[in-house]
T-cell receptor
């Protein structure tokens, strides 16, 4: 069974440029998460989707970050414009529907903003 | 503010010994508890989940949960150099289904 797929794996951009990350969850997993992880820290939740509905986006910086999950499968996370402090690893995870279930992570996208 | 606390380490353990990793959490109504292993430059990998008080064993790994004392631990028996990684504790609150990760404990198994 295929795991969570993310692309790109690495992205280097200059500040003020836009960037987008893509995630394809494990088949059958209705819940999808986007996390941000800084070096030496645990993942921090940005947004959680149940199917196509964003059920928790309280920690998403909405002035520059946006996300969508059209059709309830793939998801895209966008940053526009990127700032130096956005350099981090962006992780996508998925789980069976509802909270409390085991989450499985994709390989992540390492973003460097110059 | 809900918190999940872990000793950052590094925790050095001789090969073949038992490694003991601890995690405390602040939200008393937490319901689900997970241990993830993360190798340097890789994403977190789920190794154990536990939902009720007591011990849960899976191979060389044992998770222990004590809700009254609000701690969860992970024991790794017969530690191997390949166990050297950062171990992340994660807790989901029954209040709002939010998952909170600790900062992780770096484990180093000495050959």
């Amino acid at each position: 069974e295929a795991g969570v797929v993310q692309s790109p794996r690495y992205k280097i951009i200059e500040k003020k440029q836009p960037v987008a990350f893509w995630c394809n969850p494990i088949s059958g997993h209705n819940t999808l998460y986007w996390y941000l992880q800084n070096l030496g820290q645990g993942p921090e939740l940005l947004i959680r989707y149940e199917n196509e509905e964003a059920v928790d986006d309280s920690q998403l910086p909405k002035d520059r970050f946006s996300a969508e999950r059209l059709k309830g499968v793939d998801s895209t996370l966008k940053i526009q414009p990127a700032e130096l402090g956005d350099s981090a690893v962006y992780l996508c995870a998925s789980s069976l529907a509802g909270g409390g279930n085991e989450q499985f992570f994709g390989p992540g996208t390492r973003l460097t903003v110059l | 503010q809900k918190e999940v606390e872990q000793n950052s380490g590094p925790l050095s353990v001789p090969e073949g010994a038992i490694a003991s990793l601890n995690c405390t959490y602040s939200d008393r109504v937490s319901q689900s508890f997970f241990w993830y292993r993360q190798y340097s430059g890789k994403s977190p990998e789920l190794i154990m989940s536990i939902y009720s008080n007591g011990d849960k064993e899976d191979g060389r790994f044992t998770a222990q949960l004590n809700k009254a004392s609000q701690y969860v631990s992970l024991l790794i028996r017969d530690s191997q150099p390949s166990d050297s990684a950062t171990y992340l504790c994660a807790v989901i609150s029954n209040r709002d289904d939010k998952i909170i990760f600790g900062k992780g404990t770096r484990l180093h198994i000495l050959p």
